[in-house]
T-cell receptor
Framework: NAGVTQTPKFRVLKTGQSMTLLCAQD?????MYWYRQDPGMGLRLIHY???????AKGEVPDGYNVSRLKKQNFLLGLESAAPSQTSVYFC?????????????FGPGTRLTVL | GDSVTQMEGPVTLSEEAFLTINCTYT??????LFWYVQYPGEGLQLLLK?????DKGSNKGFEATYRKETTSFHLEKGSVQVSDSAVYFC??????????FGDGTTLTVKP
């Protein structure tokens, strides 16, 4: 099992460019999440999904969009990147229906917006 | 809403010192409580958890007890090692499968 994987690991964008971050999990989990981590601010939830074809807003959704077309993948899109979106992005998954309340995290994507 | 408050860092200790990182929470009901650890350049991974009051979670020499009366879940280790240097996050399971995280405490252990 690879667990949760994220691509890319690093990316540098110019203001206004767009990109998509990919998260994939092979644990057949229903729930998936995108967080951003900034110094001194812990983890903040951007968007999440409770199943294939569903998405919901988290704490800081503005400037991001997501899609969950397949159960194993959760995509995070930035349509027009801004310097305020410079951060480390983590994907996670879990499955409460299987009795799991633990979140499994990917290794992160470090994004810099110039 | 739910919230987690943990001890501000950074915390610097000498090897073999005793560690306590405080964590208190506000939540409706009795959520599961977690400690996650993040080593440099990696994602978070579960360190330990407790699912009900008075439960003690333990792993790798770390312990934390779910205290309902004080709404706390303090992390302790009797003798830290250099390899324990990391960022530690306290978290609780919120409704809808979401988790609420504290801001993280950076621990540095010096030889």
């Amino acid at each position: 099992n690879a667990g949760v994987t994220q691509t890319p690991k690093f990316r540098v964008l110019k203001t206004g460019q767009s990109m998509t971050l990919l998260c994939a999990q092979d644990m057949n989990h229903e729930y998936m999440y995108w967080y951003r981590q900034d110094p001194g601010m812990g983890l903040r939830l951007i968007h999440y999904s409770v199943g294939e074809g569903t998405t919901a807003k988290g704490e800081v959704p503005d400037g991001y969009n997501v899609s969950r077309l397949k159960k194993q993948n959760f995509l995070l899109g930035l349509e027009s990147a801004a310097p305020s979106q410079t951060s480390v992005y983590f994907c996670a998954s879990t499955d409460p229906s299987k009795g799991s309340d633990t979140q499994y995290f990917g290794p992160g994507t470090r994004l810099t917006v110039l | 809403g739910d919230s987690v408050t943990q001890m501000e860092g950074p915390v610097t200790l000498s090897e073999e010192a005793f560690l306590t990182i405080n964590c208190t929470y506000t939540a409706t009901g009795y959520p599961s409580l977690f400690w996650y650890v993040q080593y440099p350049g990696e994602g978070l991974q579960l360190l330990l958890k407790a699912t009900k009051a008075d439960d003690k979670g333990s792993n790798k020499g770390f312990e934390a007890t779910y205290r309902k009366e004080t709404t706390s879940f303090h992390l302790e280790k009797g003798s830290v090692q250099v390899s324990d240097s990391a960022v530690y996050f306290c978290a609780l399971e919120s409704r809808g499968g979401k988790s609420t995280f504290g801001d993280g405490t950076t621990l540095t252990v010096k030889p």
